[in-house]
Structures are given as structure tokens and as C-alpha cells.
């Protein structure tokens, strides 16, 4: 089994900072791409941020130049540093990575954290 556990939402003003963890635990071979999605009220789920396993990463429009997503191996944990946050950043994030389980790939979601930005 492969668990996804985050951590790091909460409530603060607008402008200000969070960092969300996901940490990949479990019994799996390696971790390929993680990644960070949203789904605020009402709207469908969408991709914040990705990146690969050799570390290339990519950003949504909307986060460009505030967010930034990282990962270290080592810890099988992936992190989204949101700066400058808006009001329009408030959602539940869900982490989610593709783990390499006896030979196939498999995706795997986090229960998701809840950041919820004040104007």
C-alpha cells in the first residue's frame, strides 16, 4: 500500500505565505512525477504545479512567479511554497504522484489540506 499524507494548509491574509508537504509512504519501487491540484468550491479540480522525477517542474498561469514546487528523493516528499497568496488561491490541495509498484505505474492521491486565503 501507498499512502500520501499533507500537511501545511490553514487560514491566513491574503498576501501572505504557506508551505504544503506531501510525504509518499508505503511499499513502492521509485516516485515519478508529483504534482499539486486544487478544487475550490464549485470549480473542478486543476493542476497547480508538477515536477519530474530529475526535477523539471511546471507552473499554472495563475501561480507563476508565487508558487513553487520541489521535491526532495531522499524523503519521498514533495512541497508547494505559495507566496503572495490571494483570496482566489483558497481551495483544498491535493498531492499526487505516480508510483512505480512491481514494475507498473500507478497514480496515487493525498486526502487533501485546506488552504483558505482572507482578504
Known amino acids: 500500500q501507498v499512502q500520501l499524507v499533507e500537511s501545511g494548509g490553514g487560514l491566513v491574509q491574503a498576501g501572505g505565505s504557506l508551505r504544503l508537504s506531501c510525504v509518499v509512504s508505503?511499499?513502492?519501487?521509485?516516485?515519478?512525477?508529483m504534482g499539486w491540484y486544487r478544487q475550490a468550491p464549485g470549480k473542478q479540480r486543476e493542476l497547480v504545479a508538477s515536477?519530474?522525477?530529475?526535477?523539471?517542474?511546471s507552473h499554472a498561469d495563475s501561480v507563476k512567479g508565487r508558487f513553487t514546487i520541489s521535491r526532495d528523493n531522499a524523503k519521498n516528499t514533495v512541497y508547494l511554497q505559495m507566496n503572495s497568496l490571494k483570496p482566489e488561491d483558497t481551495a483544498v490541495y491535493y498531492c499526487?504522484?505516480?508510483?512505480?509498484?512491481?514494475?507498473?505505474?500507478?497514480?496515487?492521491w493525498g486526502q487533501g489540506t485546506r488552504v483558505t486565503v482572507s482578504s
Open positions: 499526487n504522484t505516480d508510483v512505480i509498484v512491481a514494475g507498473k505505474q500507478y497514480p496515487y
Open positions: 508505503g511499499s513502492f519501487f521509485s516516485i515519478n512525477d
Open positions: 515536477i519530474a522525477r530529475g526535477g523539471s517542474t
